[in-house]
């Protein structure tokens, strides 16, 4: 087994996407899915005389970026020329930091090792840079298309160090970095628009030996998953060439997800080959240290405070605090349903339960779903008064997800609130045993395990506007 003989070492290098209105030099718009070429300028476009204005919101959500992932900011970092020519790459180089990143020394816990201690992965630096434009190889038969309007995007690049040891550890790192940055709010994360992407480094040594193995850079992977498939399927390749006698060279690699490898791209470049020199256009990034306490200070509750904080307020389990925690939106939809409702577990059966069906039937976005938290909240008293039934508010949620109005106008309005009146419940009760003779008699003879069923029956022949626990003490009193 090539997991006895070999020990793998990852690092990942994590491209983001900031979540700014214009780009990191000039002004043209970032949104995404505009037609090809319409988000450019003279600036990037690298015509002539051009000169790049460092964009200050990018600043700020880098800097955000680094201090939720415990980094260092430095009060200097210098903005560099990395030199490669490509077809999408209009300059001819690209503006990124080399030695003097914007920030070093972070860390993401990604669960517990073996001793129960916090897996830790450190985080080798976060520098700021621009995007290269697109090459598009499917539009015309035969010929690619280039597409500048991500070409001068502002990214940060998030390096880790060699500390991952399994795929599976590498997918939990991107998905605890993602959920980070979420709750950050400093880019919308999406591997499908572009604005998370992902360059695994991947090497092979024997157990226990602490050199570095000659790495490869696998490129091209467009989900998580494919990630660990990469990684996996790359590790075999270099034990199965150490084995053969073979030695691994310092390549770029692609991985082609139909056929579940990876085939070579290009020898990898060292950084001499880049020829970096500082921008002469721009000068040495420089953030005080008030600057960036303010920054500190106004960092949003991360995801690791906020579960545990729940599970405190709201009774709820890890298990549980994990689910709702998915995402920043979520998190505050069901705790501002739980604060109101004051009933936290009832608050996360609905949010896990009726809410996300809905939405993922509708692919829809919690920030526009059409149900309010204090109208959700509304919806579970009056299932605790005993106003509505459990059967009744789930007809109730559903027609408040097509009108959004509030549960107990929609109830009202239906004929659904639940009747407690002994009553109109004795005049149902007695209609069912009517029209169930068999059952009647059995149960009035003692059978008692027909007494759900009958129940059953009530409710629907009320339309669940019967008080169960009033059916179930009427039906008791008439069976002995």
């Known amino acids: 087994m090539s997991r ?12 983001v996407q900031l979540k700014t209105r214009t780009k990191a030099f000039c002004g043209c718009s970032t949104d995404f899915g505009a037609p090809p070429n319409v988000n450019t ?21 880098a800097t955000r970026a680094a201090l939720g992932l415990g980094c260092k900011v430095n009060p200097v970092s210098i903005f560099a020329r990395k030199n490669y020519f490509y077809p999408d790459l209009p300059k001819g180089y690209q503006i990124s930091q080399f030695d003097q990143p ?6 993401v816990a990604i669960g517990k090792d073996d001793a129960g201690a916090d897996l830790q992965i450190g985080i080798t630096r976060l520098h700021m840079e621009e995007d290269a434009g697109k090459s598009i190889h499917d539009r015309y038969p035969g010929a690619t298309a280039i597409d500048l309007n991500r070409a001068g995007v502002p990214l940060i690049e998030i390096v880790s160090e060699p500390d991952l040891r399994t795929s599976a550890d590498a997918g939990a790192y991107l998905r605890t970095v993602k959920q980070i940055l979420q709750y950050l709010d400093v880019s919308d994360v999406s591997m499908e628009e572009g604005s998370l992407r992902v360059d695994a480094n991947i090497s092979v040594r024997p157990p226990g030996q602490t050199k570095l193995g000659t790495k490869t850079e696998v490129k091209n992977m467009n989900s998580f998953s494919a990630v660990e498939r990469a990684l996996e399927a790359e590790f075999e390749r270099q034990c199965a060439l150490l084995d053969s006698g073979g030695r691994v060279e310092q390549q770029t690699l692609l991985w082609d997800g139909a056929r579940e490898t990876v085939r070579p791209s290009r020898t990898k470049e060292g950084s001499h080959d880049y020829r970096y020199f500082p921008e002469p256009d721009l000068l040495p990034l420089k953030v005080d240290e008030k600057w960036i306490g303010d ?14 904080r729940l599970v405190q307020e709201f009774g709820i389990s890890l298990v549980e605090v994990e689910q709702l925690t998915a995402t920043p939106a979520l998190a505050e939809y069901f705790e501002a349903v739980a604060r109101v409702s004051g009933d936290g577990k009832a608050a996360y059966n609905w949010v896990m339960g009726e809410v996300l069906a809905v939405l993922r039937a509708s692919s829809g976005d919690i920030t526009h779903f059409r149900v309010r938290p204090a109208d959700l909240a509304q919806l579970l008293n009056l299932v605790r008064d005993g106003t509505l039934s459990h059967t009744a508010a789930k007809r109730v949620f559903a027609l408040m997800v097509e009108t959004g109005k509030q549960p107990a106008q929609v109830a009202a309005d239906e004929g659904l609130l639940q009747v407690g009146d002994e009553d109109a419940i004795a005049t149902w009760v007695d ?5 169930h003779p068999e059952e009647a008699a059995r149960y009035l003879a003692g059978e ?3 007494q759900g069923v009958l129940v059953g ?9 019967a008080d169960p626990k009033r059916v179930n003490q009427l039906l008791s009193a008439r069976g002995g």
């Open 4 to 15: 006895e003989r070999y020990e793998m070492v990852v690092g990942l290098e994590v491209h």
């Open 102 to 107: 914007l920030a070093t020394g972070g860390s």
């Open 295 to 308: 920054a500190r200070s106004h960092l949003p509750e991360l995801p690791d405070a906020r579960k545990k």
């Open 457 to 465: 029956f009530v409710m629907k022949k009320s339309k669940g506007r």
């Open 431 to 435: 209609e069912v045993l009517r029209e």
């Open 448 to 450: 008692k395990k027909l």
């Open 41 to 61: 300028c003279p600036v990037c476009l690298a015509l002539p005389g051009a000169l790049p204005v460092l964009n200050e919101r990018a600043v700020e959500l």
